[in-house]
C-alpha cells in the first residue's frame, strides 16, 4: 500500500516494486515502496552513490532523486511536490520549511558539513597561495552571492578576517562559480571543499585555515505530508538514518564533507 | 418568382429591390462601384444588409427589419447560392476534380447517392475539361481555371448562381470559348451575371439591369435596353455613338427620315449641333414631330482633317450637319482625344466617336482641339423612335 | 530580370556577424572529448532525459497546435475589443525570463496558484509531474506557433474561405478542407519552431516541474546538472540539443518554402486556349 | 466582400488557450505585495539592475541591427552554397537552452576560447564586463532581428532596388535610400523583439558574465537571486519586467502594422484623369 | 551613332544586334517572350549577357568576350540608362517630388549645380503633375504614378531612356494623356520604347524592329514596317486583314486592281480562296503579274448570314470572290469564334476579320463553324506591292 503512495510524479514504477518483497534482506527487508529525495544540487555525486546503495541494501524500495539549488528545492515543496526526504545544503533553508510547518522542527538531522576552499584553475595563473590573496585587485575572483549559503558564508569568513574580496562576480550558485573557474575565465573562486572533489582534474585547491570561521552544515529530515501513508515515511526515515549513519559517512567523507 | 429581394445599405448607398425569374439568366450592367458586387454579396450571404428581405425558392436568404439588429440573416453554406468572381480563386491545394467535388463533398446529409468524385467528372466533362482532371491549380491557364471554376459552382448544385464578371481577368483570345461554356451551362438556369461586357449580356442574360450609384436606373429585355439605345450611357454600353432629336420629315414606309437634332453639342468648343438635320436609315415608320435617336457605329465614321472638298456642296460654317455626297452625311467636329483600344484607335470628338487604324490615325496626325470632319453614310445611321 | 548587389563593405559586416554565431558553436564542437562522447550521451541519465525531452516536446507541440491555431485563427480572423492588448499578451512568453515563465505558471498551477486549490480539490496535482514539463514547454512554445499561423492566416486571406462557404461547406468544414490546408506549411514550420522551443525549454520547467530523473529531468535541466560536476560533458551533451535543434531548423524552413502560395501562378500555355489564336491577332494589352 | 466566419467550438477552444497564457500572468499580479512593491522595485539594487537591463539590451540591440541587417541582407539578396545551413545556424540561438548558449560563448570569447586569446593578447578582457553581458543578450537576440528582416526583404523584392540602381544610385545609396526605407517597420519590429529578447535574456548572461551588481547583474538575474532570500520579491521584479516586455511587444506589432507595403495600393480618383471619360465611353476590361 | 549593342544568352535563346542613332527613337515590337524585356535588361545592367558588347556614346557597357567569366561589365548605376516598366514602382516611402529627386541627389559627384528639388519641379512640370508634388504613390491613381515615374526616369538625365510597355497597366481612359506626355518628352531624346500597342509605336517612335525568339525579325521606319503591311504578323500587329497574290489587272494610273490570291486560306474547312481574284483600290499603278498585297480593315467587313441574295449575280460555291453590287466584293467563310474587344465584337474567319458591334452580332446569333459571307468594297480594300 505504501508504495502506491511513494510517488504520485511516477506512479508507474510503485506497484512493480511492491510485488518482490526481499528474498535474501536482512531484518530491514520489511521496507518496501519508493522515496522521492530532493537533495541541493551539491550533492549529486554523493547522494546517486547513497541511493544506489540504499536500494541494494532494501531491494524493494526505490529512491528518486531531485537536484537543485536548495532554494529551489524549497519553493518546490512549498508548491507541493511530492518531496518525502530534504536535504539542504544549509540550515537557513531548512528552517524555512520548518516555519512552514512542512517538517517537523525536531526533524532534522545534520549531516555532513563542508568548509569553503579556494578553487583555481590548473597550474594556478595567478599564483593564488592564502586567503588573503583573493584581496588583490590583479586577480579576478569569483565568489556567491550573499543571498545564497556559499556567499554567506563567504561574507562571514571576510568580516572575521577582515579581508574584503574585490569580486568581479558574485553567482547564485556555487556552479556558476566554479564553472568560471574551471572554464580559466577566472583566476580563483571560493567553493566548497567537496565542489573541488568533484571537479578533479579541472580545478586545483587551496584550503586556508581561515574557512573554519564558517562551516556550513547539512541538515535532512523527512518531509510531513498531510495524506502521506506510514508506509511511505518509513522509508523515508529509513533513507535519513541512511545517510546520517555509518553509510552515509563512508560515501560523504572520501568527496571531502566534513562529519557534523 | 424565384428570386425575391430587397436590400439597403446606407453606408454604401445602396438600396435595390429585384426579382429574378426561375430559369431566368439576368445581366448586371453598371460602371465602376455601382454597387454590383454589393448585390452580389448580399445574395451570396457574404455581406449582412441593413435592411431587407430576400427568398428564394420559399427559403429566406435573410429578413432584416429597418434599424434592427436582429432579424434572420441565412449563413452562405445553407443559401444555395454559388458565387463564381473575377478570379477563379480555386484551391490550389486541390487538384482540378477535387475542386469540383469540393461542393457534393461538403453538401451536408441529403442526397449522397451519387458519388462526389463521379459527379465532379460528369461537370469537368459539361464544360469541356474532363482533360485536367489531375491538374493542379497553377498547372492551368486563366482561361482553364475559369471553366473548372464554373463546373465546381454549378457542382454544389445552386438554386442561384452568381457570376462576377467572370471573364473580366481572361485574356481576349480565351474568353469565347469559356463565354461558349456560359452560354450553354446558363440556359435555363436561374442566374446573376455582373458584366462590363455587353457582348456577355447579349449571350447570355434575358433580361438586363443597370445599375448605378447603388441603384437600378434601367432594367428590361436585352434587345430593347441595348439594342436600340434611347439615352448615352445605353449607347456606351452598346458601343453606339448616339444622337437625339426630332422626326423632321420620313419617308412612308419607313427608308429615310430627316431628324433634326435637339441637343446641343460640344458647348465647350463653341460648336452647336442642335437644330442641325442628320439623314437615317429607318426600319419602321417615323412620325414626323415625334422624338427620335439616330445611332451609328465609330467604325462607319469617317474621319478627314481637311473638308471633304471634292463634294459639290460646300460645308457650312460652325455646326454642319449636310449630306455632301449622295447619301452621305458630314459633321464639324474637333479632336478631344484619341485612345488605342484592341487594334483600333478610337478618336473622340464633342459628338461623335469614330474607329481608326492605327495607320489612319498616325496617317491623320491629329492634335487635341483640331478641327476635323466626321463623315457617315446614312445607310450606317439608324433611326428609331425614343 | 533581377538586381542583386550589395556593398562590399556590407558582405564584409555579414561575415563577420555570421561569425558571432557560428564561431560560439565550433568552440562547443572543439571542446567535446569525443572519446567519451558516446558513453556518455548512451548513460542511463542522458537516454532518461533525452527521450523525456522528446516525448514532453511532442506532446507540448501537440498542445500548442490544439490550443494555437484556435487562438490564431481568432486574432486573423475576428475583431474585437481588447484584440491588440491580447496579441502583446500571447506573445509575452516569447520575451519573458523562463523562471519569471516558471513563477507565473506556479502562481496559477501551483498548490497555492490561482487554479492550483480547485484542482486540488479534484485531486490534480499538476506541479512536478511530466504534466507540468508539457504546460511549461507549451506555456514558452506557444508565441511561436501562434505568431506563425496568425501571420499566415493574413497573408492567405478570406477568399478561398469565402467560396468554400458559398459552395454549401459549413465553417468546420471550412476550416478542415481549406483553411488549415493552406496554412499547412505555416502550421508545419510553426510546430517544429515550437518543437525547438519546448526541447530547449529550461527556467520555466525547472521552476514549475523540478528535475526528478525519468519524470522532469528534460535534457536541458539534465545539461545544468551535469556541469556541477562535468562541465565537458555537460557541452557534449548541448551538442546532443544542437543538432536535434538545427535538424528540426532546417525542416521547419524547408517546410516554409514549399507552401503553394509562394510557388505563384505558373501558366501553362495550353493547346485548348491558345487553338483560338489566328495570325490576325495579336495580344491585347 | 469579406467572410469571417468561425465554428463555436474553436472561439471556446482559442478563449481556453488564451487563458492558458493570461492567467499565469494574472497569477503573478496576484500575488505581489503591493505594500512593498515600492520600495521593493526602487531599491538600489534593483534600480540598478533594471538600469544596466536597459542600457545592455540597448546595446544589444545596436549590436543586433548592426550585424543583422548585414546578414539578412545577405540571406535574402545572395545566393551561395551553405545558404541553408547557415541560416539554420543563424536561427540556432533562438532554440538554445541559454545556459547551453553561455557555454558556447565562453567556449569562444572566454579566456581559454577561440578568440579569447587573440584577444587577451590585444588586452581586451571580456569576462566579466558589461561588454560580456552585451554579446550574450546580441547571441540570443539576433535571430529575432534577422528572421523579421530577411522575411520582409524577400517580400519587398528586388525591383525598387533594380530602379534605383538604373536612376544612378550606387549600391551603398540603394541601401540606404530605398532598401532600409522600405523594410523600415519590418527592421523596427526586429529591433524591439530583439530588445525584447536582451532584456529577458538570463541564462547566457550568467554563465557567460557572471553576476556583479551594477556591473553584469541584470533584472532576470537579480530575480533569480532574489528568489533565494524572497520569491513574492522576485515576482514582484518580474512584473516590472513583464510591462516593458508588453509595452515593447505591442509596440513591435504596431510597428508592423504600418509598413508602407501593406497598406496596398489605393487609387484615388483624380480630375486630371477622369475628365477624360465621356458619356459614349466605359471601362474597358 | 549613340548606341551600338550586341549581345548573346543562349540559355534565353537570345541573339540581338541593334544600333539607335543620338536622338532617335526605337520602338520594339513582338509576342510574348520574344526578349524584349531581356534586350533592355541587357542595357540597363540588371542582367550580365553570355556573350557582346555595346556602347553608349563612347562609354562601355559592357564587353564580354565568348566563354568568358571576365569581360567588363558596367553597373546600373553608372550606365546613364534609365529604365521605365509597365508598373511605375515609385518609392512607396518617398513622395512624389522626393521620387523625381531621387535621381538628381543619387548622382555622384559631378554637376551638384542644380537644386534637386527644383530640377524635381521643373521635370514634374514637364509631366503636367506639378499639383501631385507632395503626394506619396498610395495617393496616386496608375496614370499619375506612370506620369511620375516618366519624370523621375527624366530627371536622372540618361543618355539612354528605355520604356518597357509604359502603359500596359494603365486604364484605357487615362493613357491617351501620357502618351502625349511621352510623345513631348521623347522628341529628340534616345530611347527605346517597348509596346504591344501599335499606337505607341506610330506615334512615339521613328523607326521600328520586330523581334520574335530572341531575335531581330524585321526592322525598318515606322510606316514602311506597319503601314503597308506584307506579312501576316504584321498585318496584325496593324489591325489589317492582309490578302496576298499577284497582280491579274491594273488600271493605268493606280487606281483599280485585280489581284489573284495565291495562298491557301481556311484549308481545315474544305475553303480554298487561292486563285480567287479580288477587286482592290491602288494608290500607284501595279505591274500585272507582280506580288501584290491587299489589306481591308476588319471594321469594313459587312457579315451576312444569308447569301446577299439581292445581288444580281449569284455567289459561286466554295471560294468565292466576286463583285456581286457594283464596287463590292463577297468571301464564303465560316465563323471560327468570336470575341469582345472594347465595344466590339471581332468575328474571325478562316479568310478575314471581321468588326460587329455587339447588338450585330447578337442579331447574327453565330455559332462555331457556321457559313457567313463577308463583303467589303473595293474602296476599302487597298492593294500595293510586297
Ligand atoms: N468593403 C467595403 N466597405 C465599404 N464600402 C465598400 C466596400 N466595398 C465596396 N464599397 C463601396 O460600395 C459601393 C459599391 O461597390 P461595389 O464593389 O459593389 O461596386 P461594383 O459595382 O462591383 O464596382 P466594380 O465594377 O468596380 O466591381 C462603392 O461605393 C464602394 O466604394
Ligand atoms: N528570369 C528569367 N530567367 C530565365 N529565363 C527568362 C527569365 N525571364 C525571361 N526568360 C526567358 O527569356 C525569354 C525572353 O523573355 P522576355 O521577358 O525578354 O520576353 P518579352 O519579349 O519581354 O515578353 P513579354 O511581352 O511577355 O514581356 C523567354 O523565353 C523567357 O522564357
Ligand atoms: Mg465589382
Ligand atoms: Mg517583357
Known amino acids: ?260 | 418568382m424565384s428570386l425575391q429581394f430587397r436590400a439597403r445599405m446606407p453606408d454604401r448607398g445602396f438600396d435595390v429591390a429585384l426579382d429574378v425569374a426561375e430559369g431566368e439568366t439576368l445581366a448586371v450592367l453598371g460602371p465602376n462601384g455601382a454597387g454590383k458586387s454589393t448585390l452580389l454579396a448580399l445574395l451570396a450571404g457574404l455581406l449582412r444588409p441593413a435592411e431587407g428581405r430576400a427568398d428564394l425558392d420559399g427559403t429566406v436568404l435573410f429578413d432584416v427589419p429597418p434599424a434592427s439588429r436582429r432579424g434572420t440573416v441565412l449563413p452562405p453554406h445553407r443559401r444555395g447560392v454559388s458565387l463564381l468572381a473575377q478570379e477563379a480563386l480555386l484551391f490550389p491545394h486541390l487538384t482540378a476534380l477535387e475542386n469540383v467535388a469540393f461542393g457534393p463533398r461538403s453538401r451536408r446529409g441529403g442526397d449522397r447517392s451519387a458519388d462526389p468524385h463521379t459527379l465532379a467528372r460528369t461537370w469537368l466533362d459539361e464544360v469541356d475539361a474532363s482533360g485536367l482532371a489531375g491538374r493542379r491549380p497553377h498547372e492551368l491557364s486563366g482561361g482553364q481555371a475559369q471553366r473548372i471554376a464554373v463546373a465546381r459552382a454549378l457542382a454544389s448544385e445552386p438554386r442561384l448562381l452568381l457570376l462576377d464578371e467572370p471573364m473580366a481577368a481572361l485574356d481576349a483570345a480565351v474568353a469565347p470559348a469559356l463565354r461558349r461554356t456560359l452560354r450553354r451551362v446558363l440556359a435555363g438556369r436561374t442566374a446573376i451575371i455582373v458584366t462590363h461586357d455587353i457582348l456577355d449580356a447579349f449571350t447570355l442574360a434575358d433580361r438586363v439591369v443597370v445599375m448605378d450609384g447603388g441603384r437600378i436606373v434601367d432594367s428590361g429585355p436585352t434587345r430593347t435596353v441595348l439594342d436600340r439605345p434611347t439615352s448615352p450611357f445605353h449607347a456606351g454600353l452598346a458601343g453606339l455613338n448616339l444622337l437625339v432629336g426630332t422626326v423632321a420629315a420620313s419617308t412612308p414606309g419607313g427608308g429615310e427620315v430627316d431628324v433634326e437634332l435637339d441637343v446641343e453639342l460640344g458647348v465647350e468648343l463653341g460648336v452647336e449641333a442642335a437644330g442641325t438635320r442628320v439623314r437615317a436609315r429607318a426600319d419602321a415608320p417615323l412620325e414626323p414631330g415625334r422624338p427620335a435617336a439616330v445611332a451609328i457605329r465609330p467604325s462607319h465614321i469617317t474621319v478627314t482633317v481637311t473638308p471633304p472638298a471634292t463634294d459639290t456642296t460646300t460645308t457650312t460654317t460652325a455646326a454642319t450637319a449636310t449630306a455632301t455626297e449622295p447619301g452621305h452625311t458630314v459633321l464639324e467636329a474637333h479632336v478631344l482625344d484619341l485612345e488605342q483600344r484592341g487594334d483600333v484607335v478610337r478618336l473622340r470628338t464633342e459628338h461623335l466617336a469614330a474607329d481608326l487604324t492605327p495607320g489612319e490615325a498616325a496617317a491623320l496626325d491629329l492634335t487635341e482641339g483640331q478641327r476635323v470632319w466626321c463623315r457617315f453614310a446614312q445607310a450606317d445611321a439608324l433611326a428609331y423612335p425614343r | 530580370m533581377s538586381y542583386r548587389s550589395l556593398p562590399r563593405w556590407l558582405i564584409v559586416v555579414a561575415i563577420v556577424g555570421a561569425a558571432f554565431v557560428v564561431l560560439p558553436l565550433a568552440g562547443m564542437v572543439l571542446r567535446v572529448d569525443w572519446a567519451n562522447f558516446l558513453p556518455l550521451i548512451t548513460s542511463e541519465s542522458s537516454l532518461d532525459a533525452l527521450g523525456l525531452s522528446l516525448r514532453t516536446s511532442l506532446a507540448a507541440t501537440a498542445l500548442c497546435i490544439v490550443l494555437g491555431v484556435p487562438m490564431a485563427l481568432v486574432l486573423a480572423r475576428t475583431r474585437f475589443w481588447g484584440q491588440k492588448v491580447l496579441r502583446s499578451l500571447v506573445l509575452l512568453p516569447l520575451v519573458l525570463p523562463p523562471v519569471v515563465g516558471g513563477l507565473a505558471l506556479l502562481s496559477t498551477f501551483g498548490r497555492r496558484g490561482l487554479l492550483g486549490q480547485t484542482f486540488d480539490a479534484f485531486g490534480i496535482q499538476l506541479a512536478f509531474s511530466t504534466t507540468a514539463v508539457v504546460l511549461a514547454q507549451t506555456f514558452v512554445a506557444l508565441p511561436f506557433l501562434v505568431l506563425s499561423l496568425e501571420g499566415a492566416l493574413r497573408t492567405v486571406g478570406t477568399r478561398y474561405e469565402a467560396v468554400g462557404a458559398t459552395l454549401g461547406a459549413s465553417p468546420s468544414t471550412v476550416l478542415r478542407r481549406i483553411t488549415l490546408p493552406l496554412v499547412l506549411p505555416a502550421l508545419l514550420s510553426g510546430a517544429v519552431l515550437s518543437f525547438a522551443r519546448a526541447l530547449g525549454e529550461f527556467g520555466a520547467t525547472l521552476t514549475f516541474a523540478g528535475s526528478l530523473q525519468g519524470t522532469t529531468r528534460t535534457l536541458p535541466l539534465e545539461i545544468y546538472l551535469q556541469r556541477e560536476t562535468d562541465p565537458d560533458a555537460a557541452v557534449a551533451l548541448s551538442l546532443v540539443l544542437v543538432v536535434v535543434a538545427i535538424v528540426v531548423v532546417a525542416v521547419a524552413h524547408q517546410a516554409g518554402e514549399a507552401s503553394p502560395l509562394r510557388r505563384g501562378r505558373r501558366l501553362v500555355p495550353d493547346a485548348q486556349d491558345s487553338a483560338d489564336i489566328r495570325p490576325v491577332e495579336r495580344r491585347q494589352s
Do not use: W
Open chain 1, 1 to 260: 500500500a505504501g508504495g502506491a503512495s511513494g510517488s504520485p510524479a511516477d506512479p508507474a514504477d510503485a506497484p512493480g516494486t511492491a510485488t518482490s518483497p526481499g528474498t535474501a534482506a536482512p531484518d530491514t527487508s520489511t521496507l518496501d515502496g519508493s522515496v522521492t529525495v530532493f537533495a541541493a544540487a551539491s550533492l549529486k555525486g554523493t547522494f546517486t552513490e547513497l541511493a544506489t546503495r540504499f536500494e541494494a541494501e532494501h531491494p524493494g524500495v526505490d529512491v528518486e532523486l531531485n537536484f537543485a539549488g536548495s532554494s529551489d528545492l524549497v519553493t518546490q515543496i512549498t508548491e507541493g511536490a511530492p518531496a518525502d526526504v530534504f536535504a539542504s545544503a544549509d540550515e537557513k533553508n531548512m528552517t524555512t520549511l520548518t516555519d512552514a510547518g512542512l517538517i517537523d522542527p525536531a526533524a532534522p538531522v545534520d549531516f555532513a558539513t563542508n568548509v569553503l576552499e579556494i578553487a583555481v584553475p590548473p597550474g594556478n595563473p595567478a599564483g593564488i597561495t592564502s586567503f588573503a590573496d583573493l584581496a588583490n585587485p590583479a586577480a579576478k575572483v569569483v565568489v556567491c552571492a550573499p543571498q545564497v549559503p556559499c556567499g554567506a558564508a563567504t561574507a562571514s569568513v571576510e568580516q572575521t578576517t577582515g579581508v574584503d574580496i574585490p569580486a568581479v562576480s558574485e553567482e547564485s550558485s556555487v556552479t556558476d562559480v566554479l564553472g568560471k573557474v574551471t572554464s580559466g575565465e577566472a583566476d580563483a573562486g571560493l567553493v566548497y571543499v567537496t565542489d573541488i572533489a568533484a571537479a578533479g582534474d579541472a580545478v586545483q585547491g587551496i584550503a586556508f585555515p581561515e574557512s573554519a570561521n564558517a562551516v556550513n552544515t547539512y541538515p535532512v529530515a523527512v518531509v510531513d505530508h498531510a495524506g502521506r501513508l506510514d508506509g511511505a515515511t518509513a522509508v523515508a526515515r529509513a533513507f535519513v538514518d541512511f545517510v546520517a549513519g555509518a553509510s552515509g559517512r563512508a560515501v560523504l567523507s572520501p568527496a571531502g564533507f566534513g562529519a557534523p
